[in-house]
């Protein structure tokens, strides 16, 4: 009977079915829509400097800040002309892949 | 010197050096709760069956103050014996001797005793417990690995190959387990991992533990790496004598007959399938009430177990089983339950053992995840593993066979010799909710009550194409059985497939989604 109770309800094709989840499963990532005004990290690492400040306006290309990770110093630039809403992360700052970084507008 | 102090010479050099790096390492290694190389062969295999080679070989490195330095068969010990009367090649790498470093010497006694087993073709079993490359030795200890990678490859298919990881096994020496045929793994002992915790930690700032990120459980539940999962040393020894006792010595060879044994009179096979074919049961019940004895050696039984692989016997012959498992995720086909069955078919084919597959399953498993992880190349494994065996295949369809994963669950049109159904199989392109959704959407969004218009059609949809006659009036089931007869269909065609050949386009080799 306690397997009864494991289950859980997984649907493929409009039916429902009764089933138990594996781990994996139940840790799978769900999608989000990428969102191009906000910054994450691509690599866990160490922001070794900030070059801009909220409100500043920048064109495309222009290095944000510099993120070192496996002993490389990646240039983070502005994808688009726009402005600096927000900075999340501080110099020094260790950060892991992901991380939220720097919120722009476009212009 | 006279012929006695010749004899009591060599007595007395062998047992120096099958005291491996001597009493202190061998006590640690037990501290480790690990048994030693030698202690793991003798285990392993029939007794006083054990025949060693290569016992007085001597590492060639001239660096680093090795010159000086006396290995005991260089950290490795091979050989050939005997389990369950069948004859098997072995090596053992042993941690005591310079944490089983592998250097030049020592990857050449591995190689000599591959070559050994592809050239007498007898399975090789690798017991693997070591430190990686022997920094010392350079490239040279690199160019061994190479070799033994590269005679693991033209073996694979020729000889059955199986790895066993009892302690470290990391680096690049993963890659040979990789390529052999089945890996065992031992909790708390077995650890692989391509780069280890404190690389990670350095260069990521992730922190894990070895276990979290290489141990047993990980490769047995999540990498799909390991195949067989043991809590002890002596556990996983008895699953490897289980094993060689249902594959045959090579590909050239059929697997050993047992005497025939019925099914043990557990559950009625009637009883143990809901007709609802939302209703989960645990399908490993149906294997279980077909074959000899009611034994089934699961194979992968903790990864992607919404598929089950494994092998029993029926009339006392090797079957390879393949069976969707209702109980996890309803059976879906996803990326990783494709890469499991695809493998373990080319398995059989290789090795002549008749596949019978037991079909109920949904479709595939819905989600951006799945399909951005590659569903499509690795669902594309299956269809192409059934379509290229050439062994007897015998398909069961229990109940749901639903659109594209019909298809792949060796249906007549890859080529199944036989295809029966149960009554209660529905083989139709989609399940009655999803398809009534479809074919009837203007009828029951025009409807006054959408829902009941919903519930009508489903049932009529339900009526007319979830079964298996419409499959069977075509001609693409052979027959529609009482599910007590399974066991006795199967066998009959078995017995009529025995002596099937066919033929397919001659070619180098095919081009499988990998």
Known sequence: MS??????????????????????????????????RLIYSFIPGTIIDIYVKPKQKLIEGEVLLLLEAMKMQNQVRMPFDGEIVKIHVKKDEVIPNRHLMVEIKRK | MSLRSNILDLRKRKKEVQMGGGEKAIEKQAKMGKLTARERIISLLDKNSFHEYDLFVEHSAKDFGMESKKLHGDGVIIGTGTIKSKPVCIFAQDFTVAGGSLGLMHARKITKIMDHALKMRVPLIGINDSGGARIQEGVNSLAGYGEIFFRNTLASGVIPQISVILGPCAGGAVYSPALTDFVFVVENISKMFITGPSVIKSVLGEEISMEE????????????????????????????????????????KKALSYPAKAPLKGKKVESIVPVDPRIPYDMRDIIKS?????????????????????FGRMDGETVGFVANQPMVLAGVLDCDSSDKAARFIRYCDAFNIPIVTLEDMPGYLPGVDQEHAGVIRHGAKILYAYSE???????????????????????RHLRADFVFAWPTAEIAVMGPEGAANIVFRKEIAEAENPEEM??????????KFANPYVAAAQGYIDEVIE?????????????????KSVFLPNKKHGIPPF
């Open chain 2, 389 to 411: 065996a050439t062994v007897p295949k015998v398909t069961v369809i229990i109940r749901k066979a639903y659109g594209g994963g019909y298809i792949a669950m060796n249906s």
């Open chain 2, 290 to 310: 077909i074959t000899d004895g009611s034994d089934f050696l699961e194979v992968m039984e903790h990864f992607a177990p919404n598929i089950i692989i494994g």
């Open chain 2, 213 to 252: 990120l290489g141990g047993a459980k990980v490769h047995a539940e999540i990498t799909g790496n390991a195949h067989f999962y043991a809590q002890t040393e002596a556990e996983c020894f008895e699953q490897i004598k289980s094993l060689i006792s249902y594959i045959p010595r090579s590909n050239a």
């Open chain 2, 483 to 499: 599910p007590k007869d399974t066991r006795a269909r199967i066998l009959h065609a078995l017995q009529v497939s025995e002596n």
């Open chain 2, 454 to 463: 919903r519930q009508e059609k489903i049932q009529e949809y339900k009526e």
């Open chain 1, 3 to 36: 397997e009864k109770k494991e289950l859980k309800e997984l649907v493929v094709q409009g039916a429902v079915y009764q089933t138990k989840y594996t781990k994996k499963f139940e840790q799978r990532t769900f999608w989000e829509a990428p969102d191009d």
